[in-house]
């Protein structure tokens, strides 16, 4: 089945600091979404991808949807306290109403 | 969570009960997902509903999860005789009807399964 394969599992950054993870697959997917879950909370949708190449900003968070479809990344600017918490990958195969795969998460700690 | 309701929030069961968790979808959603995700892991995908039909139902264990979505009141995910390995967060996430540009897949804030 699809798998996706999501880098780093943690990191630990000083506030301030910019962040990035990835996340890779072996499938090609057709949408791209990337969540931010806090504990006891259900993931909330940070940025959508649609289209390969797709370049998308929300505030100081950036995405991108790779050439292949196989691979996206998140870059987080400035990082501050409140972005402390678990970002989650996910793909899809049919852009619209289908089942999501998602990558095991990266959790990221913030020293003040 | 943008309006995907669900509850009860934590639930707690013994061994050999049954788990009913309920989910509303968001106004307009026709689209009903049901995740799974153990502790310090990623969501699994369960089952996908619409109205009165499941859809997909790859990811539903074979023996004692079912889950319906009626023609009228919200999607149920139902356990019966629950196990200590059932013990998880369950979301329930909903989508607009395919075919509408950009429409994505939003999540509730989860059900927390404990079997004691």
């Known amino acids: 089945g699809q798998q996706l394969n999501q880098s780093p599992q943690s990191m630990f950054i000083q506030e301030g600091e910019d962040v990035s993870m990835n996340c890779t697959s072996s499938s090609i997917f057709n949408t791209w979404l990337w969540y931010k879950q806090d504990p006891g909370e259900g993931p909330v949708l940070l940025i959508a991808?649609?289209?390969?190449?797709e370049l998308t900003s929300n505030g100081r968070l950036t995405a991108q949807f790779g050439i292949t479809r196989k691979d996206s990344f998140l870059n987080i600017s400035a990082s501050i306290p409140s972005d402390v918490g678990i970002y989650f990958c996910a793909g899809q195969l049919i852009q619209g109403a289908q089942k999501l795969v998602f990558g095991q998460g990266t959790r990221l700690t913030i020293n003040p | 969570n943008a309006g995907v309701m669900q509850n009860p929030r934590h639930l707690v069961r013994r061994r050999g009960q049954e788990a009913r968790l309920r989910c509303s979808p968001m106004?307009?959603?026709?689209?009903v997902y049901w995740y799974r995700q153990l502790p310090e892991e990623g969501l699994k995908f369960m089952v996908y509903?619409?109205?009165?039909?499941?859809?997909?139902e790859s990811g539903m264990p074979k023996e004692r999860f079912s889950a319906e979505f009626p023609k009228e009141g919200p999607s149920i995910l139902r356990i019966q005789q629950v196990v200590r390995g059932d013990s998880a967060a369950y979301f329930c996430a909903s989508s607009p009807p395919a075919g509408l540009t950009g429409n994505t897949i939003y999540f509730g804030e989860g059900s927390w399964l404990t079997v004691v």
């Open positions: 509903l619409q109205k009165e039909n499941i859809i997909d």
């Open positions: 106004k307009g959603h026709s689209h």
């Open positions: 991808l649609y289209k390969a190449g």
